[in-house]
């Protein structure tokens, strides 16, 4: 037996590239830091349904750990064995703040960056019958009392938005911190809160459907499904926040299992099929490669540590 062991051994490093080739022989488990549902969620859907048609041997299995604003499934994507079998979705502003302030038992070198697939400006709104109806009324009723605005979660792009728009303006809200964006949006459509800072996808159809009114994006334009809706620069208050949600696996897999995931995600990324699913969904796409995404993250973990280092949170 022990001849037998030897030889096997012999073997795979005689032939590294073997086991390489087969790749994926079980399925392949995609972290998701969110619970079941919203945009990531959704996203890491179509993005299998995609992929099976480049890998159609292929097994993919969705594991949902919410909580703590992403950081409890982002820490598992970074701790989880380096074997090709495990990779996962992050979100900013999210993944980077929790490096920022300390709370992180990650880095962004503990992630290979495989590529970003969306984006999802943010929004302010408020509740269908409420008395503001743009941001000229929104700082007026802010400054007459303290509103309060909900957020999801302490360090998110709900968070950071609302506060760069505090300074931008002077205003102090009540941020209130959700589990979520659809405690966020069952507090504004039931007329709960004031307020809510949140993403164009989360509330787009109850703005059509006159239930919420949107009364800013933060974003460069305005968006093409609610041409409506001014930015909050058009209105005279240039501030500007995005979500992305974007793969990585953890950072020690072998280099050409990771060259295959890459791979497989620009494939989905610029696919048609999967371009039309993101667009009946209501989901915006952004496709970047590894090395741009990682840029982007870099750049934005800076923005963020500047902002935290005059605003800690």
Not at 142 to 155: M, P
Request: proline content about 5%; some cysteine.
């Amino acid at each position: 037996m022990r001849k037998i062991m030897l030889l096997l051994i012999v073997l795979a490093l005689a032939f590294p590239g073997t086991a390489l080739a087969a790749y994926p022989e079980k399925p392949i488990t995609i972290i998701v830091p969110s619970k079941a549902g919203g945009s990531t969620d959704t996203t890491a859907r179509l993005f299998i349904k995609a992929a099976k048609k480049y890998w159609p041997k292929a097994e993919f299995v969705i594991k949902n750990i919410g909580g703590s604003g992403g950081q409890k499934g982002f820490e598992e994507i970074a701790r989880a064995r380096p074997d090709g079998y495990t990779i996962g979705m992050i979100f900013t502003t999210q993944v980077v703040a929790h490096i920022v302030a300390k709370r992180a038992r990650y880095t962004l070198d503990s992630f290979h960056i495989m590529g970003n697939a969306m984006q999802d400006p943010l929004i302010i709104a408020v509740p269908a019958k409420s008395p503001i109806k743009n941001l000229k009324d929104f700082v007026q009723a802010a400054k007459a009392k303290s509103l309060t605005a909900a957020v999801n979660g302490i360090g998110s792009d709900d968070f950071i938005a609302a506060k760069k728009f505090e300074l931008l303006t002077g205003v102090k809200f009540n941020l209130m911190p959700t589990r979520g964006s659809t405690e966020q949006k069952a507090m504004i459509l039931g007329g709960h809160i004031d307020a809510s800072f949140m993403n164009l996808s989360q509330l787009q159809a109850q703005h059509k459907a006159g239930k919420a009114r949107i009364i800013a994006i933060l974003a460069d334009k305005r968006s093409e499904i609610l041409p409506d809706v001014k930015t909050a620069a058009e209105q005279g208050y240039p501030v500007s926040m995005t979500a992305t949600r974007g793969f990585v696996a953890p950072a020690k897999v072998d280099k050409k299992i990771l060259a295959k995931l890459d791979d497989l995600v620009q494939k989905v990324n610029h696919d048609a099929d999967f371009a039309a699913a993101c667009d009946k969904g209501v989901l915006f796409r952004l496709p970047m490669t590894g090395p741009e995404y990682r840029q982007y993250l870099e750049q934005l973990q800076a923005e963020v540590q500047k902002f935290y280092d005059q605003n800690p949170w």
